[in-house]
């Protein structure tokens, strides 16, 4: 039978936020999680190009002596907020870029070895070329900063509708490539992934042990959904997760906007799914 | 029947999220309109807390065109910052976020910013959280007055805040605002996911407060290209005649299969409206 470690699967609060942050630890504790990817912003914590939180030091040991939870991975919003590495605005390319400088610096206050990141921000009436390029140079500025914090910087593939670069495996490789840093790495997004046509057993195929991170939820292949609402078979899918011996983070990115308003019933239905999966 | 000049009808920049926004002003003035609302804070319209990009190229981009932006809409349902917000720096921020939202968009030549209540945690005393919202859009009005700039609050999708998300919720608020440079306006998504009527927004506000709308077509979800929902154009257009409605008529897009090619859907939109507006 395949088999995931606990301390594998990071819930994330990318759900909760209509509720406040220590609901979400408080369910998470309940549920026997033991790992969180901390989806940082509004309302649950705050960091933008100036800086960060100030109370981070009371937040981390909530996190981890009130509720016995790690952070493993620090993802600050990427999607909605104006902070695009691939963006063609200098002044908001540059903002980015300090962003998440600000964000592995968080992630290393908070103990976690990974930031989250995308590559969006492409005009879809400029040349694709011009976005990656911006992303790459983005990036060699990150991975020096992602190397004195202690962190690696995870970037995962996007849904085509989000950017016009670096939605599928071979532009992600070739971006890795360019880029040349041994502190940025991949991470799978199993919602990106299906979208594309592609395969986990591709992904490890082509990039091997550099996947170091992975947002690996259900999906039609649309949607961020719990496991048993998409078209995924997770039992194939942790078989190839052993088979590939990977180890590192299943993040929970639950998008859906159904899931807000109890969150706590979404993630105890989706521990149901990996239940027997989990071999301390 | 034509109920209103076409210049009434005013392009919104938000399904041109992909694009540069040079192309979406661009596309604008290709489809013979006039007026914009600008989603503004991040990219090519830039503000935040601490202060704002500088608004003279897009001024001049505007007057190129020959384009107005006569209302300014800060991010305030994706970005960190919103109206009603709990934590005291997130609220201070959030204030800092729309006061400059206020003046870059005054700077463009905007005489409205657009709003929404904001919403408290889902757990929370809703009252607690009405009474923020309130005190934000009391200190934002205060601005206001100095600008000459007017709010101009819609309301939300039950799934998006318990404030303001019917007639009762923005009448209540907009007494307890209680304000001139407080108005509202109508959504026509909002006011049809609560069952409400153009008739019954007039009755409860009066013409005189009813200063903007995003009006798209929807069923009752949805912000749609006229035709792709399912409201009745010529009523809606005709309640808004009855009662003497003086502002914009904004095209609020926000379907995601539309930000691919949003020139296209635009196109399909205003061919449709063009049968009502001269």
Not at chain 1, 132 to 143: M, P, W
Request: aromatic letters at 14%.
């Amino acid at each position: 039978m395949p088999s995931i470690k606990r301390n594998q699967i990071a819930a994330m609060n990318i759900h909760w936020k209509l509720y406040p942050f220590e609901d979400f630890l408080k369910t998470q504790q309940q549920l026997g999680v033991k790992t969180i990817e901390f989806w940082a912003t509004a309302p649950h914590f705050l960091v933008d190009e100036y800086g960060y939180q100030e109370n981070y030091r009371e937040v981390r040991k909530m996190i981890e002596e009130q509720y016995g939870l790690k952070v493993g991975a620090f993802t600050p919003e990427c999607a909605c907020f104006p902070y695009q590495i691939a963006s063609w605005d200098k002044g908001l390319w540059e903002r980015s870029i300090e962003y998440y400088k600000n964000g592995l610096e968080c992630a290393s206050l908070f103990g976690a070895k990974i930031e989250q990141i995308t590559c969006c921000g492409g005009a879809w009436d400029q040349e694709p070329e011009y976005a990656f390029e911006r992303a790459v140079e983005a990036l060699r500025i990150l991975g020096p900063a992602a190397a004195d914090n202690g962190v690696t910087l995870t970037v995962e593939t996007v849904r085509p509708e989000e950017s016009n670069v670096v939605t599928t495996l071979p532009e992600l490789k070739r971006l890795l490539k360019a880029v040349d840093h041994p502190n940025v790495k991949a991470a799978v997004d199993t919602c990106a992934m299906g979208v594309a046509n592609e395969t986990l057993e591709e992904w490890f195929d082509c990039l091997g042990s550099d996947i170091r991170h992975m947002h690996f939820i259900d999906g039609r292949p649309y949607g961020h959904l719990i496991w048993g609402e998409g078209l995924h078979p997770l039992d194939d899918y942790i078989e190839t997760l052993n088979r590939n011996h990977y180890e590192g983070y299943l993040g929970q990115e639950l998008t859906v906007v159904d899931y807000w308003f109890d969150p706590a019933q979404t993630d105890r239905k989706n521990m149901q799914a990996f239940a027997p999966y989990i071999k301390d | 029947m034509k109920y209103f000049a076409k210049e009434r009808i005013s392009n919104f920049n938000i399904h041109y999220d992909l694009y540069s926004l040079d192309y979406f002003l661009d596309c604008t003035q290709k489809l013979g309109l006039k007026n914009v609302e600008l989603l503004s804070g991040g990219k090519g319209l830039y503000f935040d807390y601490k202060g704002f990009s500088d608004p003279k190229p897009v001024r001049r981009k505007l007057e190129q065109r020959g384009l107005s932006c006569r209302v300014i809409s800060p991010h305030n349902c994706d970005y960190q910052y919103q109206f009603a917000a709990k934590d005291e720096v997130l609220r201070e921020r959030s204030y800092e976020f729309f006061a400059n939202g206020m003046r870059f968009g005054a700077e463009l030549g905007a005489k409205v910013m657009q709003a929404n209540s904001g919403w408290g945690f889902w757990n929370e005393d809703q009252e607690e959280a009405m009474k923020r919202s309130a005190e934000m859009h009391q200190r934002l009005c205060e601005l206001g007055d100095q600008l000459d700039v007017t709010i101009a609050c819609e309301t939300l999708r039950p799934q998006e805040s318990k404030l303001a998300w019917n007639l009762e919720g923005l009448k209540k608020l907009f007494d307890m605002v209680d304000h001139p440079r407080f108005k509202v306006m109508v959504d026509i998504t909002a006011m049809a996911v609560a069952g409400e009527t153009v008739q019954q927004w007039f009755d409860t506000f009066g013409t005189e407060n009813i200063i903007h709308t995003h009006f798209q077509d929807c069923d009752p979800y949805g912000h749609r290209v006229w035709g792709d929902g399912n409201q009745n154009l010529n009523d809606l257009l005709k309640a808004f005649k009855d009662n003497q409605y003086e502002g914009l008529f904004s095209q609020e897009l926000t379907v995601r299969d539309y930000y691919a090619d949003p020139y296209h859907h635009d196109k399909r939109n205003i061919t449709v409206l063009d049968q009502y507006f001269y």
